[in-house]
Antibody, heavy 119, light 107 residues
Framework: QVQLQQWGAGLVKPSGTLSLTCSVS????????WTWIRQPPGKGLEWIGD???????NYNPALKSRVTISVDASKNHFSVNLSSVTAADTAVYYC?????????????WGQGTLVTVSS | EIVLTQSPATLSLSPGESATLSCRAS??????LAWYQQKPGQAPRLLIY???NRATGIPARFRGSWSGTDFTLTISSLEPEDFAVYYC?????????FGGGTKVEIK
């Protein structure tokens, strides 16, 4: 059974950096892409980007200048950093398992973390 | 980027009725479309991938189909637990994108 457990700061100051980490248990970490998705309160879903075990990452161009996704394959962890945050970055952030050997449709999801950008 | 347009925004139905949800892609995405169900306070749940394949554990009343750039999710005989928001998502090209969602509510 694949499980994703995520953690990170729930409150970030404007202009600061949002940081979240996701731990994966069960299944193969090596053969999948690992994804970050966010959802502003009451709104739809936005794909942030994904990464494979080797560190090859894809990003949403709308966020590319501010986002970094990294991986620690030795721990089955992957992380997202989003810099220069504003109130518009307030959202529930989800980690998820993406496609097999490529970007795909996430099938297993973390529990979500509400990140609020406020001073 | 590929834009996915979902319709209708809201569908008001009674349990036992059938639901038809639509998702139109702004360009060809082959059959690389998935459908998700989301309930309040929960992460999305994958229902259908690659247009018509049911994900593990998804009941047969959920059926996906497509023609060209038009995709359809049909839920036959709605159960009380099916009332939720449904999103489509394409994996044909980066950035991966989602539709705006259709809310299926109890009439």
């Amino acid at each position: 059974q694949v499980q994703l457990q995520q953690w990170g700061a729930g409150l970030v100051k404007p202009s600061g950096t949002l940081s979240l980490t996701c731990s994966v248990s069960g299944g193969s970490f090596r053969h999948y892409f690992w994804t970050w998705i966010r959802q502003p309160p009451g709104k739809g879903l936005e794909w942030i980007g994904d990464i494979d075990h080797s560190g090859s990452a894809n990003y949403n161009p709308a966020l590319k200048s501010r986002v970094t996704i990294s991986v620690d394959a030795s721990k089955n962890h992957f992380s997202v950093n989003l810099s220069s945050v504003t109130a518009a970055d307030t959202a529930v952030y989800y980690c998820a398992r993406g496609g097999y050997a490529g970007s795909g449709s996430p099938d297993y999801w973390g529990q979500g973390t509400l990140v609020t950008v406020s001073s | 980027e590929i834009v996915l347009t979902q319709s209708p925004a809201t569908l008001s139905l009674s349990p036992g009725e059938s639901a038809t949800l639509s998702c139109r892609a702004s360009q060809s995405i082959s059959n690389y479309l998935a459908w998700y169900q989301q309930k309040p306070g929960q992460a999305p749940r994958l229902l259908i991938y690659d247009a018509f394949n049911r994900a593990t554990g998804i009941p047969a009343r959920f059926r996906g189909s497509w023609s060209g750039t038009d995709f359809t999710l049909t839920i036959s005989s709605l159960e009380p637990e099916d009332f939720a928001v449904y999103y489509c998502q394409q994996r044909s090209d980066w950035p991966l994108t989602f539709g705006g969602g259709t809310k299926v509510e109890i009439k």
